[in-house]
């Protein structure tokens, strides 16, 4: 049963396909002393599907990567790996907390997505001869190989997407997500009041 934070208390959600029966009855078992229950305004707005913006990125970034997947799979790389490969060309050979940084992932995550490309000779992870505490990742002759091979297959899933979605919106979609994923947004999003 998924559990919601609503005001400094936990809610519990039914699900059920009749929405008006889930609005009206409350859930099993969590009916007591400090547990508030849904308004049915609350409950029509969990139903719409539309509003969470968060939902929403999240379900679009899976159907994009499916699609791109798709189309790189001939290479044998999915599109988060080609990504990966992408960053650290660009950057040369930044530091993992660089690499974190610029993917917006923590270093844990980003550690497991790199250890596929490693295993398979595409990255390595060395020593900093700067600073030995932390690690630098270069793209092998494989990698480099790999994302050359690979160009031609993400050129294709781009210019599909630009074809069904519109060069313009695309560009301007980009625009959006590229402010989204700044610091500047995130220290924007932490001081805006609440509702």
């Known amino acids: 049963m998924p559990v ?6 936990l809610v519990f959600v039914k699900r059920s396909e009749d929405k008006d029966a889930m609005m009206d009855k409350p859930a099993r078992g969590v009916q007591g002393k ?13 139903a719409d599907g539309t509003r969470c913006n968060g939902t929403a990125l999240r379900k679009a970034t899976r159907r994009v990567s499916q699609l791109y997947d798709e189309v ?10 080609r990504s990966l490969l ?20 923590d270093r844990s995550a980003l550690a497991q997505n790199l250890k596929p490309l490693e295993r398979d000779g595409l990255i390595e ?17 494989q990698g480099n190989a ?13 210019h599909r997407f630009e074809h069904v979605f519109g060069e313009e919106k695309a560009r301007a979609l980009r625009t959006s997500l590229l402010a989204i994923s700044s610091m500047d947004f995130e220290g924007a999003f932490l001081d805006a009041p609440d509702a």
């Open 4 to 9: 919601l934070k609503y005001e400094h208390m």
């Open 34 to 46: 400090g547990v508030k229950q849904l308004t049915s305004e609350e409950m029509q707005e969990l």
């Open 72 to 81: 790189l799979a001939p290479c044998g790389l999915r599109s988060t790996q």
């Open 86 to 105: 992408v960053h650290i060309a660009r950057a040369k050979a930044p530091t993992m907390g660089e690499l974190a940084v610029a993917l917006v992932l």
């Open 125 to 141: 992870i060395q020593v900093d001869e700067e600073d030995r505490r932390s690690r630098r990742i270069k793209l092998t002759s």
């Open 146 to 158: 790999k994302l050359v091979e690979s160009t031609k297959l993400w050129q294709r899933a781009q």
